[in-house]
Nanobody, 115 residues
Framework: QVQVVESGGGLVQAGGSLRLSCAVS????????IGWYRQAPGKQRELVAT???????MQVDSVKGRFFISADNAKNTAYLQMNSLKPEDTALYYC?????????WGRGTQVTVSS
């Protein structure tokens, strides 16, 4: 029973920072990749950043230089460090885990950035 739980969201002022966590449990397969996505009301879900089992990272242009993805293998946890937050970053942030045979989603954590 694979479970993915996001945490760390909240309300912050523009220019502030948050660190989101994605804890994974119950997997009998090695994690191939982790992706952070976000979805704002009335908009489609969009990819934000990814990290592979080989340690390669990617961030989309809108967050490049501000958001940084990382992982702690011992804790089975991935992180999304978000700096210089903007109101347009406001969204429900989801973690997606790729296990090779299937992908698993968490329920999301809300990030709200006030101007």
């Amino acid at each position: 029973q694979v479970q993915v739980v996001e945490s760390g969201g909240g309300l912050v002022q523009a220019g502030g920072s948050l660190r989101l966590s994605c804890a994974v449990s119950g997997s009998t397969f090695s994690i191939k990749a982790i992706g952070w996505y976000r979805q704002a009301p009335g908009k489609q879900r969009e990819l934000v950043a990814t990290i592979t089992s080989g340690g390669n990272t990617m961030q989309v242009d809108s967050v490049k230089g501000r958001f940084f993805i990382s992982a702690d293998n011992a804790k089975n946890t991935a992180y999304l460090q978000m700096n210089s937050l903007k109101p347009e970053d406001t969204a429900l942030y989801y973690c997606n885990i790729g296990l090779g045979i299937a992908n698993y989603w968490g329920r999301g954590t809300q990030v709200t950035v006030s101007s």
